[in-house]
């Protein structure tokens, strides 16, 4: 089980305290949001900001590419030191060129898909990919509600990973809370990005622990504790 904590939610204010926040919490991955004003109605951050966290941690950098045109920024996260870029596949029959592309960068693959999209998309390619990411609210903006129609799109790519003997990652992403955590576990998610959630408590140290926990043990009890 694994937490990533989305730096969208941070105060980019203070962007290399918060990356120190992260670095201290206990949490394995680092989820980089990039957003172009295109492929979704907001603009977050590029290559250049990712460059100049890199040094201060040594997290797995997770870069969520929402881009219209993913296929010019493969190569600037990549320097930049992402160790996984995951692009959509609603990008349709640019899809194979691009997870390609991504390996042959040296860094993991990840294929991530929209609520509204059918999950029959990503089958033909499972073989290719290290992480699928299942967008669990419309991508563009955090703090948003836990769309709970994704929940059967989990248990299917679980099933497929076992039918098919495969081994990647199954990723959530979007209004993962400590009670939206233990669902999405139960459903067969391993990989957590958490926001609001996380960067709202005064400890972020203790808010990944108690996620952390709540998706391991699948124990609704944890949600209420982490609640109050
Ligand atoms: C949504 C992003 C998410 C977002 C999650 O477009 O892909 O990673 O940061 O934020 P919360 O946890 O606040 O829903
Ligand atoms: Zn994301």
């Known amino acids: 089980m694994i937490i990533a904590p989305s730096l969208l939610a941070s105060n980019f204010g203070r962007l290399a305290k918060e990356v120190n926040r992260v670095e201290r919490s206990g949490a394995d991955w680092l989820h980089l949001d990039i957003m172009d004003g295109h492929f979704v ?20 950098f997770d870069a969520h590419l929402m881009c219209s045109k993913p296929e010019i920024l493969l190569e600037p996260f990549a320097k930049a030191g992402a160790n996984q870029i995951t692009v959509h596949v609603e990008l349709a029959e640019r899809v194979p060129q691009l997870l390609w592309k991504i390996k042959s960068l040296g860094v993991k693959v990840g294929l991530a898909v929209n609520p509204p999209t059918a999950i029959s998309l990503v089958k033909p390619h499972l073989g290719q990919i290290d992480t699928l990411l299942v967008m669990t609210v419309n991508p563009g903006f955090g703090g948003q509600s836990f769309i709970y129609e994704t929940l059967p799109k989990i248990q299917q790519v679980a099933v497929w990973r076992l039918e098919k003997n495969l081994n990647y990652h199954i990723e959530v992403d979007g209004g993962i809370d400590f009670k939206t955590v233990g669902e999405c576990a139960r459903a067969g998610a391993d990989v957590f990005v958490s926001g609001t959630a996380l960067f709202g408590k005064p400890s972020l140290k203790a808010a990944v622990n108690t996620m952390w ?14 609640v109050h």
Do not use: M
């Not at 109605?41 to 201060?56: H, Y």
């Not at 926990?213 to 982490?226: E, F, G, K």
């Open 41 to 60: 109605p907001n603009i977050s951050f590029g290559p250049a900001v990712v460059a100049t966290l890199r040094p201060l941690s040594k997290k797995f």
């Open 213 to 226: 926990r709540a998706a391991q043990n699948n124990d609704p009890a944890l949600a209420d504790l982490a």
